[in-house]
C-alpha cells in the first residue's frame, strides 16, 4: 500500500523559510512526477511545484517561481519542499502527492485530477505577516 507522509510544517513570521518533506513507501519512485499542492481555507487545492522523479525536471506555479525549490533524494524515496520568502498568503496545508499511473511528466501535472493522485494527509504552513 503506498504511503506518503508528509513533515516540516510550522509557524513562521512573513520573509521566513520551511523545508517540508515526503518519505514515500510503496511506491515505484522512478520514472514517475510527483509534486507539493496547497489548499487553504475556502479554496480548492492547488499545485505548487512538481518534479520528474526520473529525469529531476522541475515545474512551478508562477506564485512561488523564485522563491520555492522541490528537489528529491531517490536513495530515500524522499521528495522535499524548500520555501524561502514565505509570505501570508502561502498559509494553506501542503500535500504531497504522487501519480496512481506512470504519465510524462509536465507543468501540467500541477493541474492534475485529485483522483488520478496518492496523497499524504498534509502538513500544516502558517504564515504571520
Known amino acids: 500500500q503506498v504511503q506518503l507522509v508528509e513533515s516540516g510544517g510550522g509557524s513562521v513570521q512573513a520573509g521566513g523559510s520551511l523545508r517540508l518533506s515526503c518519505a514515500a513507501s510503496?511506491?515505484?519512485?522512478?520514472?514517475?512526477?510527483m509534486g507539493w499542492f496547497r489548499q487553504a481555507p475556502g479554496k480548492e487545492r492547488e499545485g505548487v511545484a512538481a518534479?520528474?522523479?526520473?529525469?529531476?525536471?522541475?515545474y512551478y506555479a508562477d506564485s512561488v517561481k523564485g522563491r520555492f525549490t522541490i528537489s528529491q533524494d531517490n536513495a530515500k524515496n524522499t521528495l522535499y519542499l524548500q520555501m524561502n520568502s514565505l509570505k501570508p498568503e502561502d498559509t494553506a496545508m501542503y500535500y504531497c502527492?504522487?501519480?496512481?499511473?506512470?504519465?510524462?511528466?509536465?507543468?501540467?501535472?500541477?493541474?492534475?485530477?485529485?483522483?488520478?493522485?496518492?496523497w499524504g494527509q498534509g502538513t500544516q504552513v502558517t504564515v504571520s505577516s
Open positions: 510503496a511506491y515505484n519512485y522512478r520514472g514517475n512526477c
Open positions: 518534479i520528474s522523479t526520473g529525469g529531476g525536471s522541475t
Open positions: 502527492a504522487a501519480v496512481r499511473v506512470p504519465i510524462v511528466c509536465s507543468g501540467g501535472y500541477l493541474r492534475y485530477p485529485v483522483s488520478l493522485n496518492y
